[in-house]
């Protein structure tokens, strides 16, 4: 892993062509993944407390509990880029925590093999303040139920929409603006969630891409990169 590459890696390919209208829908196709991510987030939290036990007393996050959780923020992510958190897919997503190689989001955690017994008490509430100021912004909240609801993400996103309405095509600067803050977002998410020490840069990496691959080549890679 290169210095400048985060242990949590956000890449995707902007689809072509697009709906013009299907994204004023989807906020309603999307219920059924709403109703099971409830669930999961609330999974997600009793099992990250777990997890900063666990790692409290053994320096380690259990494997189990980290794949599941990665596959929350995975599942979380494949919705969002369908729906409110970026309109960038007609493609429905999958129902499942595991990478789907032919969705065009994708999200990954390097599995750390030692974690800071300290840090697990401070990094998520203390640490990660300065962080929470600028997701609130870019979310409008900090919680689950702001990720899918609201912020600047989600003012550009239907401004995209408006602009794909009546173009047919989706703005790339748009695009690449509203991949770098859901990249953002999600690297505070896995700090927040235990599952790094590495602390998240105060960077805007925008784009589809943090890796050097080609668009066609994300689902061969996901989940299976080396640090």
């Known amino acids: 892993m290169s210095a400048a590459m985060y242990p949590a890696r956000v890449n995707a390919r902007l689809d072509q062509p697009l709906s013009r209208w299907l994204w004023l ?12 991510l409830m669930f999961l987030w609330l999974a997600f939290i009793v099992l990250s407390v777990v997890a ?21 923020l995975r599942w979380t992510w494949r919705v969002q880029y369908y729906a409110i958190g970026a309109f960038a ?13 032919g969705y065009p989001a994708h999200f990954d955690v390097q599995y750390p093999e030692r974690l800071s017994r300290g840090l697990v008490l401070v990094k998520w509430w ?27 993400v989600s003012v550009l996103a239907v401004i995209a929409g408006v602009i794909l309405l009546f173009t047919g095509s989706y703005p790339g600067s748009v695009y690449d603006f509203v991949l770098g803050m859901n990249r953002w977002v999600l690297r505070v998410a896995a700090y927040a969630g235990l599952m790094t020490d590495k602390y998240p840069p105060f960077r805007l990496d925008m784009g589809g891409t943090e890796d050097g691959l080609e668009p066609q080549e994300f689902g061969r890679s996901a989940g299976t990169w080396e640090g």
């Open 52 to 72: 900063g036990a666990a790692i409290l007393v053994t320096g380690r996050y259990p494997r189990g509990i980290f794949d599941f959780n990665v596959g929350v």
């Open 25 to 36: 829908v989807k906020w309603i196709l999307v219920l059924p993944h709403y109703v099971v």
């Open 89 to 101: 897919t007609d493609q429905y997503p999958p129902f499942t925590l595991e990478d789907d190689p």
């Open 126 to 152: 203390l640490l990660a303040i300065p962080h929470y100021l600028v997701v609130a912004l870019f979310i409008g909240g900090t919680g689950w139920a702001a990720y899918h609801f609201g912020g600047l």
